[in-house]
């Protein structure tokens, strides 16, 4: 492949995975590569390691506030699209300063114990999706475990009843499916949808407060500053998409690469405990789920030489930095040991680096721990079914089997303390 083959719009591509090719030789020839866009825009793509890091850090030059932050459909995200409506109060369209108040009010839901009380909410769940499918033996593993827990904690964290949590999974697929024939939905619509939902639910803990985390985010203060109604309507969305379908697709990108990797699987079962965190670690940076993002320059620059405008996009790609050969030893190579292992699939470090990168650890640590202890022998019925995009990196649907086995049936959950 040369240059002259690139490209970075076409959605199937990604699907016949031919991505990691087009990067491999980006990385090597054209480490600052600029692309047409049909718009007439085109964009610069930067795809080496370092190089994503370090404009990743400098919010104030590569500003994700006053552009898109994808190259995805630009239905959804050219400048003025469904998303940046919101520009402003969606905090991944936002620069510090506005971006650190924020931030700040936000992680007061994220802080370790919440997390940390989440996540024994998550280990009995975890065991509820096994028992509910172990007795039969086969399984499409995205819709039947992969969604699930993520789905799950999502809904625990925005306080949504758990019998509605498959309206997320319908309106984050409609969101973030755009490009794909399988998810006709309207994103506008799905958007429009979720904000009402989210409102009325946080307009019932605003009448009623509940011992939960939505409760602790609508009323989260810092020196008399508090998040308005709509801003925490617009996180709850964020909280809806971010969190889904990136853990979801991680697990399933995990759940085929130990099935294609046996001796890889096999290593983590013979020593759950020793080997689980590097395998979840490696996992991610295997998936990398999220493929890339955007900025756009606020002032006239150069980068790796070259001048660039400002008002130019610039695209990073995670899924190609997590491949770079400077920095990772055999970066083709999936390995549950690998150390160091500086992935940046939840971003390279900056102001946006992802808030939920402990809890996505958290939910991998689970369900695979679960697998292989209790479905041991696993196995893949067919090839995965890709998600059409050029943002997320998905897998749709992934037919498996194994040895039927026997519920747990864990006693009810009781959490015995208050959220702090
Ligand atoms: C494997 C799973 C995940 C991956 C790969 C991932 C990846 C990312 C990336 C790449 C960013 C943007 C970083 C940047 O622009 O520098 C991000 C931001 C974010 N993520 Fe995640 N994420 C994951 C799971 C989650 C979960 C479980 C949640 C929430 C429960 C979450 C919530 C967020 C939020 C709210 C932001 C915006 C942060 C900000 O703008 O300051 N993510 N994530």
Partial sequence: MDLKDIDLLDADRFVRMEHHEMFRVLREEAPLFWHDHPDGGGFWNVVRHRDVRNVNRDNELYSSEVGGISIANPRIDRDDGVFVDQRGLNMLYTDPPKHTRYRRLVSKGFTPRMIGLLEQFLAHRTTLIVDNIIETGSADFVEDLAAELPLQA??????????DRHLLFKWSNDLIGIDDPEYEGDPGVAAMELYAYAHELAMARGINPQDDIITKLINAE??????????????????AVAGNETTRN????????????PEQLHLLQSDVDKYLDSAVDEIIRWASPVLHFRRT????????????DVGSRVVIWYISANRDSDIFVDPFTFDITRTPNDHIAFGGGGAHYCLG?????AELRLIFQEIALRMPDMKLEGEPERLRSNFIGG????????????RIDPPPYERDVSLP
């Fill in 222 to 239: 810092i020196d008399g500053d508090r998040l308005t109604d709509l801003e925490v309507d617009v996180f709850m969305l964020l909280l």
């Fill in 250 to 261: 991680a697990t399933a990108h995990g759940m085929h690469a130990l099935l294609s990797h």
């Fill in 154 to 163: 999502i809904a625990e964290i925005m306080g949504v009843p758990q019998e």
């Fill in 357 to 361: 990168a402990n809890l996505a650890r």
């Fill in 297 to 308: 320059t606020t002032a006239p620059t150069e980068l790796l030489g070259t001048e660039i």
């Fill in 395 to 406: 897998i749709k649907h992934l037919p498996v089997s194994w040895t039927p086995g026997k």
